[in-house]
């Protein structure tokens, strides 16, 4: 076999579900579209790629000398049916993407087909949810398959479910037959299915809306976006979820590869959500061990606390004394930012008692939330 056809064979071997070769130039037209988007205000706070677009579309500033890139895909978890599940405690829905390990298979496999190339004398490296480079850009170059109106790509009969990563290289490789055609057609589902309705036009969301960066994006959450956030703790698939190619593919009961599921504390048994009054009592570590490598802004917990508590006042039950004990605490918690959601939560589950209670009554970060709650009474005149 030549060097191409030993490369695609390794990542196979090694868990790829999917690869394709793209050559190395400039993505020009994608660092237009991140600083139009940037220009825009479309990026919220948003940094990843929109930080340097000349760095992220540009192969040879990680790379001097790049000419081909190795790109892979990797299938990740179908949904569980949690039809049939009971829980007695609200639990946060994670996207399908932070459910498992195929992370690691996608870096595994794309390791490999590195460690072959540099011994027969390339240089290589491994780029795989990195700010260095535009994953859906190469692989959209490399034939994997097209962009979606939701913007994500998607691979013909396969649908969107699948994280891409790329190994850039000197190693002149011939490249895949590309691009794929578009496969949307007149069909806006992901368009009207957004809960905040973030999609603005064909393939460009914006982040101010988009419930998947608002849930890690630092800072008070969105009053306007808190209802619609539902149960999520982490990302959002409703784009994805009604997507034609990936309905199929759920149907055809594609699992999730060599990736398995991973486990956590304060998982609810037989489901992938996790217990949202565990997340509020567990301490520091045990919480981001329960996040594993979802992005948590300067690793703070109190991040995932916030989540939690707007979870609780979408999910929880105003009666359950449980429930209550853990708003009670937030409540009066020196931070005044949870203290704020707390009182949301409370608001929310129709317990606006609790923002009366001895130590509570009179906090300015819980007078202001009670302030802004729909059919409050006006503030008493100074």
């Known amino acids: 076999m030549g060097l191409r056809e030993v490369v695609v064979a390794r990542g196979r071997a090694n868990g790829l579900d999917a690869v394709g070769i793209a050559d190395a130039t ?106 260095a480079l535009v994953d859906r850009a190469a692989a959209h170059r490399a034939g994997l398959g097209w962009f979606g109106k939701s913007s994500n790509l998607l691979l013909p009969g396969r649908g969107s479910w699948f994280v891409l990563g790329s190994v850039l290289t000197d190693a002149p490789l011939t490249r895949s037959p590309g691009p794929v055609e578009d496969g949307c057609g007149t069909c806006r589902r992901c368009i009207d299915a957004c809960p905040t309705g973030a999609i603005v036009a064909d393939g460009v969301v914006d982040a101010h809306r988009c419930l998947s960066w608002l849930l890690q994006s630092p800072g008070t959450f969105p009053h306007e976006h808190r209802v619609a956030l539902g149960d999520r703790i982490y990302g959002c698939d409703d784009c994805q979820e009604v997507c034609p190619p990936n309905r199929r593919s759920d149907r055809r009961g594609e699992g999730a590869g060599a990736g398995g599921r991973a486990a956590a504390h304060g998982r609810i048994p037989g489901t992938d959500r996790i217990d949202v009054l565990w997340m509020l009592a567990a301490g520091d570590d045990d919480l981001l061990a329960a996040a594993g490598r979802w992005y948590v802004p300067r690793r703070d917990p109190d991040h995932l606390r916030r989540n939690a508590l707007l979870v609780l006042g979408n999910t929880g039950d105003g009666a359950d004394p449980v429930a209550i004990d853990a708003l009670r605490t937030y409540l009066r918690h020196a931070d005044d930012h949870l203290a704020s959601h707390a009182a949301w939560a409370a608001l929310r589950l129709g317990r606006p008692d609790l923002l009366d209670e001895d130590g509570v009554a009179g906090r300015p970060a819980v007078e202001d939330e009670r302030s802004r709650w729909p059919g409050a009474p006006a503030p008493m005149p100074a």
Request: glycine share 6%; charged share 35%; net charge neutral.
């Open 26 to 131: 400039p993505f020009e037209r994608t660092r237009a579209d991140l600083l139009e988007r940037r220009q825009a205000g479309l990026h919220a706070d948003m940094q990843f790629t929109y930080r340097d677009p000349d760095r992220s579309t540009d192969p040879s500033r990680t790379l001097p000398g790049a000419r081909s890139l190795v790109v892979g895909a990797v299938r990740y978890a179908s949904r569980i049916d949690e039809d049939d599940v009971e829980a007695d405690r609200p639990g946060a829905r994670v996207a399908r993407y932070a459910t498992g390990e195929h992370d690691g298979v996608l870096r595994r496999a794309l390791a490999s087909v590195a460690l072959d190339l540099r011994h027969v004398g390339f240089r290589a490296v491994v780029l795989a949810d990195d700010n």
